[in-house]
């Protein structure tokens, strides 16, 4: 059974950084996409960024490409979502995803990722 957990959420005034983890367990295969999507309140889900475990390409979302950096420690694996410059719209929860497609390609939405986390909030205050 895959398990996904992500830690590191909180609160935090804007300009400031945060460091999220993800850590995923139970899955057989080498190849695998990992992901952070965040929901705000009365919004959908949006995608902020992805890496693949195989050749680590890296992909962002508009909204914190410059700000955020997506890394990974395939040994743990783990996922790491460094948050620079904080922005009061960047709270949200935020939720960690994995694929189970055998591939390390990622794809922008959601509805690739099979196993997901419970999410983490996280607040910025202006």
């Known amino acids: 059974q895959v398990q996904v957990a992500e830690s590191g959420g909180g609160s935090v005034q804007a300009g400031g950084s945060l460091r999220l983890s993800c850590a995923a367990s139970?899955?057989?295969?080498?190849?695998?996409?990992m992901a952070w999507f965040r929901q705000a309140p009365g919004k959908e889900r949006e995608p902020v960024a992805r890496?693949?475990?195989?050749?680590?390409?890296?992909d962002y979302g508009d909204s914190v490409r410059g700000r955020f950096t997506i890394s990974q420690d395939n040994a743990k694996r783990t996922v790491y979502l460094q948050m620079n410059k904080l922005k009061p719209e960047d709270t949200g929860v935020y939720f960690c995803?994995?694929?189970?497609?055998?591939?390390?390609?990622?794809?922008?939405?959601?509805?690739?990722?099979?196993?997901w986390g419970q999410g983490g909030q996280v607040t910025v205050t202006s």
């Open positions: 995803g994995q694929t189970g497609h055998l591939t390390s390609w990622c794809r922008r939405s959601s509805a690739w990722f099979d196993f």
């Open positions: 139970g899955y057989s295969y080498a190849s695998y996409c």
């Open positions: 890496i693949g475990n195989t050749d680590g390409a890296t």
